[in-house]
């Protein structure tokens, strides 16, 4: 059966499936069999990825499951050694990962024109590395209890989760984001991961 959703956000999950190497034909935003398809692919590719490189508490898994195939194997190893780093009092959990456009225009909007909360983001939809499939963020949790307002453990962790292809938003210089990790972009700006993106990462 294939799966209810709008246009937007099929055109969106078929630009993503297409990264993943698994959405091969026409990104039309009509999700039909073969989106179903590459979706089936993803979640079975996603699960022998959690198999071959270990698996973590609900909420990082279904986070995790969100992000590209060739992201997810870097995001485990880097929870992996944030978790050895930090020892026993402190736990690591991947709390944010992917987000559609529309999602981020949500989040834009909170604490802005009128909306409440706080302000968490300065980027639209199209303007996160998080849109992508690319990014994730870590919460630590003492005893259960989230830490939101202290960033010194998080520093802590930074240069731990900061492996061989992932990046530390703790290392940016003009807006350092400590929680926040993303697979290596190789110097790539956020302009040109966006039109690879909506290419469906062809050509």
């Excluded at 731990?160 to 110097?187: C, L, M």
Aim: aromatic share 10%; hydrophobic share 35%; with cysteine.
């Amino acid at each position: 059966m294939s799966k209810p959703i709008s246009r937007d956000d099929a055109l969106f999950r078929q630009r993503f499936l297409s990264c993943c190497g698994l959405y091969k034909v026409a990104i039309d935003g009509d999700w039909g069999p073969r989106t179903d398809a590459a979706e089936a692919r993803f979640f079975e590719d996603t699960a022998r990825i959690a198999e071959r490189e270990g698996r973590f508490d609900p909420r990082s898994e279904a986070q995790i499951a969100t992000l590209r195939l060739d992201a997810q194997s870097a995001a485990r190893r880097s929870l992996s050694a944030i978790r050895a780093a930090l020892g026993p009092d402190l736990e690591a959990r991947i709390i944010s990962a992917t987000r559609s456009y529309a999602e981020q225009d949500r989040l834009f909007r909170q604490g802005r024109f009128g909306n409440p909360g706080p302000r968490v983001t300065n980027a639209r939809g199209g303007g996160s590395w998080h849109n992508f499939g690319l990014a994730w963020d870590i919460g630590l949790f003492e005893r259960g209890r989230y830490i939101a307002d202290d960033v010194a453990p998080y520093r802590r962790a930074g240069p731990a989760g900061r492996i061989a292809g992932v990046e530390w938003g703790g290392d940016w210089k003009s807006f350092p984001d400590a929680p926040h990790y993303q697979f290596s972009t190789a110097g790539r700006t956020i302009a040109a991961a966006r039109t690879a993106f909506e290419a469906g990462c062809r050509g």
